[in-house]
């Protein structure tokens, strides 16, 4: 089993800025001691979505919302409520992310950014990848060297309208 | 022949930021009118690794200097002079980036940055996934909707240590 | 019917940059499940501002406040009481803004700001559109490549007097 | 004729923001005094889209570069030489904009930009208006209160992708 | 009568950047539906300075404090309590503004600073105009093409001292 | 005569933040030692007008061109052909100002911004002062206590449009 | 007596930035109406250090809190609880300072900084002047021109050391 | 003799910061191997007045021009053309100061800003102690401790006026 | 006994960033008067590490849980349910950091940041010192000159992969 | 040999932030293909202060200009020359680091600095560790782990005044 941190649960001053649905679901899932991973497969949904639906910058459908309150024992009506509008993302980290774990993606983006628009322009023209139509990805493999943290993003291309 | 954006120049406000040795090579590549596939094949490395060391985001062994130096029609000796230090990283973008295709890139650092921290924590403990031990690469898939770009990320998991 | 996101609410931790009028006008809204085209029909003016009102951007005329309070079963003299004063705009939106939709509006004034201006001032002289005098609406179109968002801006245009 | 502000030029101090292209683009249309509009008709593109071009915002076709060389007597290969490579977009608005008629539509965006966010939310559910797959055009219009600009933005609905 | 855009009073999100006692005069104010032109002639003061003095943004002296008890209804030892300390001033306005009417005059700082300056320094020499010794009034004036605002500073003029 | 400060120049540092046309105005207003004042009885115009069209923040018209050529023995067609532009505002001053003078001015909109929002509210109803249909002045007065800089800003009061 | 101004209180939007103590100190120094002067000489400290004691700038030896108990009428182990620790300072000042009096002390920092340090390094050769082992003094001169405030610092000489 | 640290001069990064005055005036304040104390006493001015001039943060007199043209040697005519101006202040340093010796300036007043303010009310009311009628001096102190440098400010103090 | 500050305790204003376990855990620690010293020896961890923990910069093990709170005198179950996570790191110190004990340090990054590179560099080759695999101690040496802190820190060095 | 890294050469988008005499030391050094380890045991000092030396962080005693032009074969005259001012520290290092390396030792401020100050305040009393009266080292380790970079920094300690 690829457990091996213990369940993820949010940090006090985290909290007022997050919705309340976030509240909720963190709440039931430490009280339930349940992995993204573990609610991932009985959602039927990519891990880091589960993760992201959680933080609230991502957005769970009617059925997600049925099989969640099943899943940790949330009422189903209170779910529907708390989470039905369209996310306001984006609230969550400060940028620059001071978390260093999350400041390392950043770091990626601010050494690479000019190499991958280099290598995506010329392998796709004048465009941008899409972080809306994009999924993703987290996956550990371990060698002898020791472990590894492997994650995959994968974003439409879309091409520049010519007007 | 994956090439279709043309071959990747460097924009004249951007030289400003740039060192000597990125100046050099960007002349010489666009005089040759090499993709960054097409060099990135001849020298044995990634294609992103290849545009970092471009962009000053990389360091390259004399080796990479000698094949350079022949890909590319530039003298050896004034090539390993302006390559000889440790690259002084990190000053190429603006952050929070103003390029539309590197902004996407921080867009999802900034809305899954927490759900990858929490992925992570869960799949490995406390710790944080290096962007130093650390390799990337970018592709491209097309299906019936289109052209997608897949930047995959792998990085050594590094524990805190206890002290 | 053009109504497919759901009912547009308000996430919390956005409330504390709220007046007291946004979120008796929220709860209410979500409380009889009306979007803002619903309302706006039955107040007579443009869906975006209601939008606006509802976030306090945006003035309610006496005749507002008697038909919204109708529309949404609140009490008359309470709503006049909470929309008495002049809106004090514009402290909502993080700027840069981060949440992904908000931000694209953004990035099209960063990107085509001086391209816009060179185009007025050709068009109309030394002078700006105003933001006061102005009005906007939203509209969607479809055809074969999938829906679109169509945004128009109308200002009164504004020369610089001569002193 | 809707010829009244003058050949839009380029200020001094902004010429370091701007590639080698646009002084040349720039310097040849100072030269020939012609409009925007008069250059987009002989182009067959839209107004907006060539000032974007001018200031390096949006990308020259083939086709572009050589009616361009046609219309503003410019060498040929020296501005596709120039116009090589995608756009390095975005850096030239300073953010938040100083220039009174940017910052106008800076504005719309601070004040109005939760309004078109949930309006937008209503009627396409949780997605983006594209800025990339995206046209905007400029008009004036006049009436007896005088002129009005009026700016039209139309992008591609991107709903999110669910993972 | 001058008056028509009704009782100025104070938003929500405001109140976390006032005074007790800012919050205790508003709310008298908008009791009363008193605007600040009729309480500056009974009070004897400027209306900004009288609106100032609600914002905490000007000093109340003894005088003033017995007289805005008796106009407002509010217990005069509560209101010597609650004003008695010298004001902390500058912390309501976020700079540069939201609020576009005050981003307006930002804005006349903005691009005016330096014309200012010059024509100041040339009339009076090397210094500044007090902002401390300095008064201000607020004058509406009415022709044929609408309704115009008129804003007068004045400020004693101070010379750098040699030393 | 009201000349006490000697005839404004520019310093050297500011010197990349003017356009060409500033450069060639203050120089030759240096030469001929003339003072804000002289020039703009000349032209017809306000001092501060003046200054603004020195600084590159107000635009002139063909015939200020013609008139400010022949005041300050400059070419016409080198004054024309630098002026041709409509002007790119509003780089000028840092914000927060430095400079001490424009400072008081940015401290007034600080701490009298809300005070100013809130009678021009009652006295105008919604809407803002325009800094665009706008001119002011500055004025010295002298009493027993000094002397006394008054500055006069005068806009049109724009309502919000309801839409 | 040198009391003019009243006695300093804590304006409230600034108490959400203080200590416990804090506030203990200054209500009980609003209920005693005592002035820092008339604290610091009970005290044997000097007037700022004391005021720097009330806003938690500044530490009370074991002998302090006895006398301050008695002075301020406060139970002496509570006290002696709330200013056990070591103070945490500098959160209190918003920089640049948003408060007249404060923001003319960041002034001459902008104004005279240089002007200080190559002043100091004439004197004394490279180093500080430290701010830790320093004292500072605030008095009032008066003579025909009117009120004057002198602010003495002095602060022990650290050269750098050699390594 | 009080001169250790050598003769101040400028450092070159700093140099695009400085207008053309400052740099005559260092350059032959170099030459000249000249402290500030040395041409402050021939020139009757204070010793960081003089540093202030050199700096470009304060305004020489005709006489100090003459003074000065002989003390240094260089040609009046040039140094009067140089200094004609009233100076463009504040430019200088970074905020909040990277220089470790000015940082402790910035310091004080972050920690201490809120005690000056507290006496200062309590000695003279509600004002300011102005930065303009304003003069300073440094002073070197030995004792058995070492070395302790003592800045001394004097401002006039400006009551708020009431209107 | 190295015992000369008192018990470090938390700030008022400070509990707003902090975990629910930090408050818990220092509350502790004040009433049992025991330093981070005696805590450490009793864990069998470094003085710093057991204060990162009780900031929640670092993460407890189930063995420290245990021993914490028996040292402590807190429930187990509660402590444990409070330190489940992994800690949020980074949130707690403003940047530029504002106090002035930790300012010190990160002037020690500003002035000596390149020197470490270059020195590290030259030692290593290209890479970074880790973060991570880090650890860190405090000590105090006394000599005639008086006391001295020595802080030494410790990490993996990393080189960067070759991709 | 501890010699790994090639010799430390300078970035040229660096050059613009440094002083004249850092420029003359970098080319010098390269040319003779020197390390800081070499320049320091010939200079006897630590290489850390050599680099410091360097980048212009640092002074130089009339004793290291001589043997600095001895040993890199600079004209004495020269470098003492440029060399002559005290260092205007600080400039070099944007501030957060966008250098991977100096980054590091930034975080270790951000999530150890109130851990540092616990610690310190506790052993120490109330004061700060000098960052003036300080040096520092840089040490290599090798275990069966790999390499491992030890920074040791050493300051005075500054227990604040009492006044």
């Known amino acids: 089993m690829s457990f091996s941190g213990g369940v993820a649960t949010v940090d006090t001053p985290l909290l007022s800025h997050l919705s ?7 709440q039931a899932k430490a009280q339930k001691q349940l992995t993204f991973e573990a609610i991932a497969q009985r959602l039927g949904r990519s891990e880091v979505a589960v993760a992201a639906l959680f933080y609230g910058q991502a957005q769970a459908s009617t059925e997600d919302i049925k099989k969640l309150s099943s899943i940790l024992g ?3 009506a209170q779910l529907a409520w708390q989470l ?6 984006g609230r969550l980290v400060d940028m620059p992310p001071k978390e260093p774990l999350i400041y390392r993606l950043y770091e990626i983006v601010q050494n690479y950014g000019y190499a991958y628009k280099a290598v995506l322009n010329e392998k796709f023209g004048d465009g941008i990848m899409s972080a809306i139509s994009f999924s993703t990805k987290v ?3 371990t060698d002898d060297k020791g472990d590894w943290a492997v994650i995959t993003m994968r974003g439409k291309w879309l091409p520049y309208s010519r007007f």
């Open 139 to 141: 996956e550990k493999e």
């Open 20 to 26: 309340q649905s976030s509240v909720t679901l963190f």
């Open 84 to 89: 039905q509008g369209c996310p306001d993302r």
């Open 74 to 76: 949330i009422d189903e």
